[in-house]
Every structure is written in structure tokens, then in C-alpha cells.
């Protein structure tokens, strides 16, 4: 399809290690961003791409999260040594850049859990 | 500091009534504000938007309401059908960027 695809849809890690997330944008959109949302909670912002800008990393809630995306397009949001508290699930969203395109789409999220 | 706020977790509705879905705010500065509604097990999707030099928008069954002077939005469902469950967020946007800040989250659930 042409929407917003993420892999893997579940994944199950034991505390400390490494995950990596996957995000595949729209196709044309430039502007990717990720969110996470928790056990009963709202959508929390974590990091915005637009086109060759340096990313807003302004909602990373910790060194241990990262993210990169490659050639514009495909995403990767990185946790290393996963706590507990991270078991989430973290969506993906794209949009365009037009004026007045404010709408974002999403993915299906992947569900981390954190044993 | 929440700047986006949906103040109810959950609502329940008869079937055929009207659902009315409120969020406040408190950034003076967001212009342009969206309802999205996200299901089990998916992403959330948009519904319908409204920009702040207007009050009203109508799409269908949904209509957005803006009262800038109290910083509140809300979305009213009517008819409300039992499809229409699912989580429903409010969000908003400041200055023609694309960055959304997203309220909490308001559980819908009508009954048939």
C-alpha cells in the first residue's frame, strides 16, 4: 500500500539490551516524525525529520534514544539498553511540506515490550 | 506543562445521540487544530481540522467547534453509530509548521 509502514508490529526485548525500530514513510513526503505512546497515556512527541534540516530532537526523553533517517527517507529509531519504562508503542508518522499541510499520517506503531 | 488538554478519558453514548468531544488549550499561539481518531492496534487517522480564523467546520456526521476567546475545540458526532468507537485526539499546530502537539486522548464508546 501507500501508506505509512513500520516494522516489526511487536517486539519483545529483555532489559538492557538494543532495539531498532523501522519506519517507512509516504513516499514524497519529507517531513517524518516519531511519537510513542504508553499505557493509557497520549501521543508524546519524540523526534521530528524535515527534508536535509537538522532533526528536532527535542523530545527524546533520553541519551539512549536516537534516531537517523537515510537518503530521506526511511526512518530508524534506535533504544539502547531498554529499561522497563520503555515499553510503549512508538508511532511513526509522515507528511508533505506544502503551506497549510498540517495533516500527518500514520503508521500502525510497533508495540515494544520490556521484560 | 500540558498544552493540550482532553479532560475526559472516556465517554459512553446511546446509539443515534450526540457525542461531544471537548480540548482546551493554552499556547496562545497555535493557529490550526485537528481531531484524529485511532482504533485498537493502529495508527491514529485524521478526521477533520479547523483553522483558527474560523469556528465551525462541518464534515458529515462531524463538526468542529473553536472558541479562541476560551481556548477550547470540540467535536460533536451526531448521529453517533457504535463504528465510531475508538480513542479520539485533539491536536494543534502554531505558526504554519507541521509539529502537532497531541492531547491525552478521550476513550469513545457508543452503544448500540
Known amino acids: 500500500g501507500a501508506g505509512v509502514s513500520q516494522s516489526p508490529s511487536n517486539k519483545v526485548t529483555e532489559k538492557g539490551k538494543d532495539v531498532e525500530l523501522r519506519c517507512d514513510p509516504i513516499s514524497g513526503h519529507t517531513a517524518l516524525y516519531w511519537y510513542r505512546q504508553s499505557l493509557g497515556q497520549g501521543l508524546e512527541f519524540l523526534i521530528y525529520f524535515q527534508g536535509n534540516s537538522a532533526p528536532d530532537k527535542s523530545g527524546l526523553p533520553s541519551d539512549r534514544f536516537s534516531a537517523e533517517r537515510t537518503g530521506g527517507s526511511v526512518s530508524t529509531l534506535t533504544i539502547q539498553r531498554t529499561q522497563q519504562e520503555d515499553s510503549a508503542v512508538y508511532l511513526c508518522?509522515?507528511?508533505?511540506?506544502?503551506?497549510?499541510?498540517?495533516?500527518?499520517?500514520f503508521g500502525p506503531g510497533t508495540r515494544l515490550t520490556v521484560t | 506543562d500540558q498544552q493540550v488538554k482532553q479532560n475526559s478519558p472516556s465517554l459512553s453514548v446511546q446509539e443515534g445521540r450526540i457525542s461531544i468531544l471537548n480540548c482546551d488549550y493554552t499556547n496562545s499561539m497555535f493557529d490550526y487544530f485537528l481531531w484524529y481518531k485511532k482504533y485498537p492496534a493502529e495508527g491514529p487517522t485524521f478526521l477533520i481540522s479547523?483553522?483558527?480564523?474560523?469556528d465551525k467546520n462541518e464534515d458529515g456526521r462531524f463538526t468542529v467547534f473553536l472558541n479562541k476567546s476560551a481556548k477550547h475545540l470540540s467535536l460533536h458526532i451526531v448521529p453517533s453509530q457504535p463504528g465510531d468507537s475508538a480513542v479520539y485526539f485533539c491536536a494543534a499546530s502554531a505558526g504554519g509548521g507541521n509539529m502537532l502537539t497531541f492531547g491525552g486522548g478521550t476513550r469513545l464508546m457508543v452503544k448500540p
Open positions: 479547523i483553522s483558527s480564523i474560523k
Open positions: 508518522a509522515s507528511s508533505s511540506m506544502g503551506l497549510g499541510t498540517y495533516e500527518q499520517y
